[in-house]
């Protein structure tokens, strides 16, 4: 094999295919990239038996061929090439990239080790990908990092329609976003997976800027509720595919439907600043306290004794004469940070109670606003000094 490239090229290529790789394996040949050159293309793919990732990018190929190298070592050497064009190929067991006066030998994987990657779910239909990134990051942070509970660690998708519905709860969090999609039939059967959130997360971020990304999927009703299906990403010249988690998230409906709340409405900007501003003194899992007064303002407080901080911003409360609520501060923070809305509406039961945000435009904020495509639960504090 041999074959011409530019650096950033191939870097980006490299970059792409290795998101699938473990960092660690037990299994050597799972840590490889296999690249394989033909007419006028380098293709390159990673597998690790829970993710799989392909990319096709230009290349002069002088000579087709396969090889497969440590592709960790090879996004290393990638990163610190000099820009030029690059000439790589294959000497026997090993594999040289060649360029700008620098020259890297690898030792060559057997290829005929590496398995076969999965073959791609049935196509479902397309979705906008820079809606589709954003979507991904504003429900991401209300996921779970608990390993011991697999389920609270994916994202929750949902095909219903025109429809595609993500949510991500770690229990005391729970964050929904609905976005329109183009499915390929004209009455496609709703299906409900868990995708694994941190993967879900790297994977729409480098999708951002390919158009449109392809959505097809092999659910667990396909592999007897087992929980073994795949989802496939398809993007321009590149795919990927991830293993479905086993299980669902709770349901939110009953969770979102707030009986009665009093509903409050500030610049969601300034209210974040303030959070930072006043958490500065709080301890550890100490709360940021909010106190919405009916002068048209809410207080914050945090900290406790000697060290204490607070600010007054400017707010609307109805349906209530004031409320004190408090919330996690870094909790509240991410939630806060995953609209794009000049302000957030709260819906507030009261102190260790439910709270359900959503954003709210400049004007008539503290009426009842269009039905939301974004909504963040959180839990207040119960305990308030």
């Given at each position: 094999?041999?074959?011409?490239i530019?650096?950033?090229?191939?870097?980006?290529?490299?970059?792409?295919?290795?998101?699938s790789?473990?960092?660690?394996?037990?299994?050597?040949?799972?840590?490889?990239?296999?690249?394989?050159?033909?007419?006028g293309?380098?293709?390159?793919?990673?597998?690790?038996?829970?993710?799989?990732?392909?990319?096709?990018?230009?290349?002069?190929?002088?000579?087709?061929?396969?090889?497969?190298?440590?592709?960790?070592?090879?996004?290393?050497?990638?990163?610190?090439?000099?820009?030029?064009?690059?000439?790589?190929?294959?000497?026997?067991?090993?594999?040289?990239?060649?360029?700008?006066?620098?020259?890297?030998?690898?030792?060559t994987?057997?290829?005929?080790?590496?398995?076969?990657?999965?073959?791609?779910?049935?196509?479902?239909?397309?979705?906008?990908?820079?809606?589709?990134?954003?979507?991904?990051?504003?429900?991401?942070?209300?996921?779970?990092?608990?390993?011991?509970?697999?389920?609270?660690?994916?994202?929750?998708?949902?095909l219903?329609?025109?429809?595609?519905?993500?949510?991500?709860?770690?229990?005391?969090?729970?964050?929904?976003?609905?976005?329109?999609?183009?499915?390929?039939?004209?009455?496609?059967?709703?299906?409900?997976?868990?995708?694994?959130?941190?993967?879900?997360?790297?994977?729409?971020?480098?999708?951002?800027k390919?158009g449109?990304?392809?959505?097809?999927?092999?659910?667990?009703?396909e592999?007897?509720?087992?929980?073994?299906?795949?989802?496939?990403?398809?993007?321009?010249?590149?795919?990927?595919?991830?293993?479905?988690?086993?299980?669902?998230?709770?349901?939110?409906?009953?969770?979102?439907?707030?009986e009665?709340?009093?509903?409050?409405?500030?610049?969601?900007?300034?209210?974040?600043?303030?959070v930072?501003?006043?958490?500065?003194?709080?301890e550890?899992?100490?709360?940021?306290?909010?106190?919405?007064?009916?002068?048209?303002?809410?207080?914050?407080?945090?900290?406790?004794?000697?060290?204490?901080?607070s600010?007054?911003?400017?707010?609307?409360?109805?349906?209530?004469?004031?409320?004190?609520?408090?919330?996690?501060?870094?909790?509240?923070?991410?939630?806060?940070?995953?609209?794009?809305?000049?302000?957030?509406?709260?819906?507030?039961?009261g102190a260790?109670?439910?709270?359900?945000?959503?954003?709210?435009?400049?004007?008539?904020?503290?009426?009842?606003?269009?039905?939301?495509?974004?909504?963040?639960?959180l839990?207040?504090?119960?305990?308030?000094?």
């Amino acid at each position: 094999m041999e074959f011409r490239i530019e650096r950033g090229a191939l870097a980006e290529a490299v970059a792409w295919a290795a998101r699938s790789l473990p960092a660690r394996s037990p299994v050597p040949v799972l840590g490889g990239l296999l690249l394989t050159a033909g007419e006028g293309r380098l293709a390159l793919s990673g597998f690790d038996y829970e993710a799989s990732a392909y990319i096709e990018v230009a290349a002069d190929t002088g000579r087709a061929g396969q090889a497969l190298v440590l592709g960790r070592r090879l996004l290393d050497i990638c990163k610190v090439l000099p820009e030029s064009t690059l000439t790589c190929a294959t000497e026997g067991a090993r594999f040289t990239v060649e360029g700008g006066g620098t020259r890297f030998g690898l030792s060559t994987l057997p290829v005929g080790e590496y398995p076969a990657l999965p073959a791609l779910p049935a196509p479902r239909g397309t979705v906008d990908a820079a809606r589709f990134a954003e979507a991904v990051a504003q429900v991401a942070i209300a996921a779970g990092r608990d390993e011991a509970l697999p389920v609270l660690t994916g994202i929750q998708l949902r095909l219903d329609g025109a429809s595609m519905t993500l949510a991500a709860s770690d229990r005391y969090r729970y964050a929904v976003r609905t976005l329109p999609w183009q499915p390929d039939t004209a009455d496609p059967q709703a299906v409900e997976v868990v995708v694994p959130g941190r993967r879900l997360t790297e994977l729409a971020r480098s999708l951002a800027k390919t158009g449109t990304v392809r959505i097809g999927l092999n659910g667990p009703a396909e592999h007897g509720g087992s929980g073994a299906g795949l989802i496939a990403f398809e993007g321009v010249r590149m795919r990927t595919t991830l293993r479905l988690l086993d299980g669902r998230l709770p349901r939110y409906g009953k969770l979102f439907a707030l009986e009665n709340p009093a509903v409050a409405v500030t610049g969601r900007e300034a209210l974040a600043d303030a959070v930072r501003r006043v958490a500065v003194v709080a301890e550890p899992n100490s709360p940021v306290r909010l106190d919405f007064r009916a002068d048209g303002t809410v207080l914050l407080q945090a900290g406790y004794e000697d060290d204490v901080a607070s600010q007054r911003l400017p707010a609307t409360l109805a349906d209530a004469d004031e409320l004190s609520v408090a919330f996690n501060p870094a909790y509240l923070l991410d939630a806060l940070a995953s609209f794009r809305s000049p302000r957030v509406r709260f819906e507030l039961l009261g102190a260790g109670q439910r709270s359900l945000l959503s954003g709210a435009p400049d004007a008539e904020a503290e009426e009842a606003p269009a039905p939301q495509d974004h909504r963040h639960l959180l839990m207040s504090v119960r305990q308030l000094s």
